[in-house]
Each structure stands twice: as C-alpha cells, then as structure tokens.
T-cell receptor, first 111, second 114 residues
Framework: RKEVEQDPGPFNVPEGATVAFNCTYSNSASQSFFWYRQDCRKEPKLLMSVYSSGNEDGRFTAQLNRASQYISLLIRDSKLSDSATYLCVVDSVSGTYKYIFGTGTRLKVLA | EAGVAQSPRYKIIEKRQSVAFWCNPISGHATLYWYQQILGQGPKLLIQFQNNGVVDDSQLPKDRFSAERLKGVDSTLKIQPAKLEDSAVYLC????????????FGQGTRLTVV
C-alpha cells in the first residue's frame, strides 16, 4: 500500500458546484497533514493545513478522519480559478521525519 | 520576504552529461528539501537537510546524484551522468523547522535529457 494515495482524477465540475477529494494515508502515527495546490507548470503552494478539529477557509474545508486514516478537501461554489492539481501531504514518522506527497488530484472547473 | 530561489529555470542536456542545480532557501529556514517531480506525479523527496546535515537521502540515486548544503544555507544538486529518465522538474523547498511547518517551494528547474 502506498504511504499516501489520491484519486488522480480529473474531476470535471461545472462552476458553482461542490466537489470533494479524499486522500488516504498508511501510517497511523502521522501527525501533520496539508493540502497543497499546484497550477500547471508552477510550484506547489500551501492551500491549508489540516487539523484534528478540521479547518475552514472561505469556500475550502479540510477534515481529518484518524480512525479511517484519510483527509478530505471540500470546495464549495467552485470557480474557474480553482482549476488546478490538489496535492495531499502527510508527514512520515517512520525513521526520519519527512513529508510524503500524494500524486495529486486534478480538478477542472468548467464554465 | 524573498522566496526560495532556484536556478537555472530550464536546462536541456544530452544523456551522460553532467548538470547542477542551485537553491537559495528562505532566510532563517533550517530545513531544505530537494524533490523530483516527473510529469503527472507528485513530488518525490530526494534529499532533506537540517542546517548542513543530511536528514534523509534514502531515495537519492547515489550512484549519479549528489547534493550538498555548505554552511547550512545554499544548496546544490548534481547529476552525473544524466539518464533519459532524469527528465523532470527539480523542486527545492525550505521550512523553518524540521517538523510540522509549511514547506515553501521554489519555481523549480525543468530538466530535459535528450
């Protein structure tokens, strides 16, 4: 099983739709979780951290489910500008501490 | 605040040639990462430094890749000799501390090996 798994998509949704992505992780000892956004041919940028109590920033909501070992990202009222790849990042605490990236989920918001 | 600086932005080399990438992290960031991102995949960690010491290089192909971070600031990543499968974007990132902090990325170096 991969350490971090995401559905690569693409998710094609109309403007205004609500879309959700999940990301599963294998290490139950992981403590830090993030969603990064990566635009085409650009570097990844932090979208939001994911806390145990969840995290909301405007139209974006991130949740952590420790029991089932997954994090989720919900985007409400999708905009054309939300089109990007969303990368799930989980820390690995086996051996040395490091961040593991998922392959990313590609989102296309259609007019 | 200045971001992570990388150079060059693009590089095209022939297989078996050598290439070097440079990274200057955000001032004060102790942790520096080099990632390899192949088209359609997520970034894969190659090497991680804490100040000038290597924390993790378990996925660095040491027969051809090397990296250093002298004085705990700038870092260089070298490939010698390059293979076709090394074509990728090489991303440098830095974070303030080793655990739990956001990693900030540079714009990357797009390497094409022909």
């Amino acid at each position: 099983r991969k350490e971090v798994e995401q559905d690569p998509g693409p998710f094609n949704v109309p403007e205004g739709a609500t879309v959700a992505f999940n990301c599963t992780y294998s290490n139950s000892a992981s403590q830090s979780f993030f969603w990064y956004r990566q635009d085409c041919r650009k570097e990844p940028k932090l979208l939001m951290s994911v806390y145990s109590s969840g995290n909301e920033d405007g139209r974006f909501t991130a949740q952590l489910n420790r029991a089932s070992q997954y994090i989720s990202l919900l985007i409400r009222d999708s905009k054309l500008s939300d089109s990007a790849t969303y990368l799930c990042v989980v820390d690995s605490v086996s051996g040395t501490y490091k961040y593991i990236f998922g392959t990313g989920t590609r989102l296309k918001v259609l007019a | 605040e200045a971001g992570v600086a990388q150079s060059p932005r693009y590089k095209i080399i022939e297989k078996r040639q050598s290439v070097a990438f440079w990274c200057n992290p955000i001032s004060g960031h102790a942790t520096l990462y080099w990632y390899q991102q192949i088209l359609g995949q997520g970034p894969k960690l190659l090497i991680q430094f804490q100040n000038n010491g290597v924390v993790d290089d378990s996925q660095l192909p040491k027969d051809r890749f090397s990296a250093e971070r002298l004085k705990g600031v700038d870092s260089t990543l070298k490939i010698q000799p390059a293979k076709l499968e090394d074509s990728a974007v090489y991303l440098c990132a830095s974070s303030l501390a080793l655990t739990g902090d956001e990693a900030f990325f540079g714009q990357g170096t797009r390497l094409t090996v022909v």
